[in-house]
């Protein structure tokens, strides 16, 4: 079921989409259909052309990172959940280049809340993928270099997506209260899993993209079409968690 979900939510993120419109345009061309063929070709260009526009990309995203608000002070809890990214394990490189600028900002946000606490446990969280390492062991090893202490640090190797991650963390959270680490755009999804769980989750959301950069290479952009297939990911999350009764 896990292998289903990554595979068809592949093919339902803007780059495949507009792929398969241009590959259509293609397949009417090729047969001669020349009005079909413009049509799909023009809608492929529309596509794109919106996508990668700045003003429509955070539109798109917004509403998933304005769901809750930045944590700025820290609460009085037990317990930090860092919710897993990606990484990619290399020894001849530095831990901050081998685990995804994501996870970093993730991370970094635990680590803020650790520094404003005693005897608070931070967990991070993830598996292994098609890695040698697990994430949890990586966001490990890259708090240790961030003054975090080893025996403060619970690592959930496990977990290979969000729901995972709430029936693997409620075994050693419960009912406490817990400061809830992910990105913006991810928060709305993950606070359902763990509210739908009975656990008392206090959002810290980080890693926010639907803001304004300034320039003029900036309205017009790959990094907007990024936000879009983020975007893109999330609601088709939410809907997943939906059917499958996990919110």
């Known amino acids: 079921m896990f292998l ?8 339902l993120m803007p780059v495949p989409i507009g792929l398969i419109l241009l590959f259509i345009a293609f397949i009417y061309l ?6 079909k063929a413009k049509i799909y070709s023009f809608l492929s260009i529309l596509w794109f052309g919106l996508l990668s526009f700045q003003p429509f990309s955070n539109a798109i995203l917004a509403p998933l990172e304005n769901s809750h608000k930045a944590l700025l002070s820290t609460p009085n809890v037990e317990y930090i959940l860092v919710l897993g990214s990606g990484h990619s394990s290399d020894d001849s490189l530095s831990i901050t280049s081998q685990v995804k600028t994501t996870a970093i900002n993730r991370l970094i946000e635990g680590i803020r809340h650790y520094k404003n606490l005693e005897n608070a446990k931070l967990i991070v969280s993830g598996y292994s993928g098609f890695d040698e390492n697990t994430h949890a062991f990586m966001q490990e090893k890259l708090a240790i270099s961030l003054g975090v202490k080893k025996e403060d640090i ?16 409620k ?10 680490v992910t990105s913006a755009s991810h928060m709305k999804r993950s606070m359902l899993l763990f509210k739908k769980e009975g656990l008392n989750a206090i959002a810290s959301p980080t890693n926010h993209l639907a803001f ?7 309205v017009f952009s790959s990094k907007n079409l990024e936000k879009v297939e983020v975007a893109f ?15």
């Open 154 to 169: 619970i690592r959930l190797d496990i977990p290979n997506d969000t729901h995972q991650e709430v029936i693997e963390s």
């Open 4 to 11: 289903f979900k990554k595979i068809v939510s592949a093919f």
């Open 171 to 180: 075994r050693i959270i419960g009912g406490n209260g817990f400061i809830l």
């Open 30 to 35: 090729i047969f001669n259909s020349y009005n």
């Open 233 to 247: 990911h999330e609601y088709i999350g939410i809907a997943w968690a939906y059917i499958r009764g996990f919110i």
């Open 212 to 218: 304004e950069d300034k320039g003029y290479n900036e």
